[in-house]
């Protein structure tokens, strides 16, 4: 197990400046504009005599891809801004208790949220030995993307990612009718 490093107040502050900072730009970022904008949205056309055509409004790719760059802060270690050692270095700050309630709690309900089954299975991925069933949580769909294809092309993620856009029906291309 590697030596955990003590923060000296100073670094702790740089790195609450730091995580401050990478907050302020996902905010300016285009795909948080795109995202909660009145146009985001997926209309699905379907009849009988017509093949399915799904429409999707949103982020675009360049935005998606920057959101990625900026979002890796906060999952991967080696900046020290992750949520949870953020929560840490709130919680050990005497005097800012309050604070530290809340980073904890927002890293309990993320690690909650991202532990959470996505809805939907996809066959033999993700297969369930218990039930047989394909199962994503939303970690293993978050990792697929990110550490699959945005971030990195890691070899235990890149097949997931992989298998998730080639199903067309879960994750469709924009422009494509099924």
Do not use: C
């Amino acid at each position: 197990m590697p030596k955990i490093r003590v923060l000296s107040i100073s670094e702790k502050i740089q790195k609450l400046k730091l995580f401050n900072e990478k907050i302020e730009e996902l905010r300016r970022r285009n795909f948080v504009k795109q995202i909660f904008g009145k146009d985001h949205a997926v209309t699905v056309n379907f009849k009988a005599d017509a093949p399915l055509n799904i429409e999707k409004r949103g982020a675009d790719e360049e935005s998606r891809a920057a959101l990625a760059l900026t979002l890796r802060f906060f999952v991967q270690v080696r900046d020290g801004i992750k949520l949870e050692q953020i929560a840490e270095i709130y919680d050990s700050i005497p005097e800012l208790q309050e604070e530290a309630r809340h980073a904890r709690h927002a890293v309990q309900s993320l690690q909650a949220y991202l532990d959470s089954p996505t809805g939907f299975s996809l066959g033999h991925i993700g297969t369930d030995p218990a039930s047989g069933k394909g199962v994503y949580t939303n970690r293993r769909l978050f990792d697929a993307f990110l550490w699959g294809d945005m971030a990195h092309a890691n070899e235990d993620k890149r097949p997931d990612f992989e298998a998730l856009t080639k199903k067309e029906s879960v994750f469709p291309r924009d422009g494509v009718v099924l």
